[in-house]
């Protein structure tokens, strides 16, 4: 990936994460800047540039400093933080700003801890044991519908005897 390509795909994620933090809808963003909800869809997917101009109103628009939108870049995690924007993807759409903001944190504080794992075997056994128990979880209940599932399948099995 070029160097113009990685600081646009940073740009990106930090104005995503910008919105997200605010808790703000992308139709609300383009409200304040002046565009349709369907140009910062654009922006925060890497699939239009955004000028100076621009970026200096969704600067103002969220209430950041223009250096909030390369904060990172340069860093250790800023690959990993360009890599979220991909892993946002995975948010069901029906989330919360709020949850997946702390979502969002949840799987930048996992990667920092995974990618320090020197030994790749033992990365091998914790994706396994990811997968195991995202299989064992219940779908989650929509919002609003009463009590959660029992989590275990011990638990579910007691509750019908």
């Given at each position: 990936m070029s160097e113009d390509a990685r600081v646009a795909?940073?740009?990106?994620?930090?104005?995503?994460?910008?919105r997200i933090l605010r808790d703000l809808r992308q139709s609300d963003l383009a409200e304040?800047?002046?565009?349709l909800p369907q140009q910062i869809h654009k922006y925060e997917s890497g699939l239009s540039r955004i000028t100076i101009e621009r970026?200096?109103?969704?600067s103002d628009a969220l209430g950041v400093p223009i250096g909030f939108f390369f904060e990172g870049l340069h860093d250790a995690d800023g690959a990993?933080?360009?890599?979220?924007s991909e892993l946002e993807t995975m948010v069901p759409e029906d989330?919360?700003?709020v949850e997946t903001t702390l979502l969002y944190q949840e799987m930048q504080d996992l990667c920092r801890a995974f990618s320090r794992i020197p030994v790749p075997e033992v990365r091998q056994q914790i994706i396994s044991l990811a997968k195991t128990l995202s299989d064992d979880?219940?779908?989650?209940?929509?919002?609003?519908?009463g009590p959660a599932e029992p989590v275990h399948k011990e638990e579910a099995e007691a509750g019908t005897s």
């Open positions: 795909r940073h740009v990106a994620a930090r104005l995503r994460l910008g304040r800047v002046g565009v970026l200096h109103a969704l990993a933080r360009a890599a979220f989330t919360s700003a979880l219940p779908p989650p209940a929509p919002k609003g519908s």
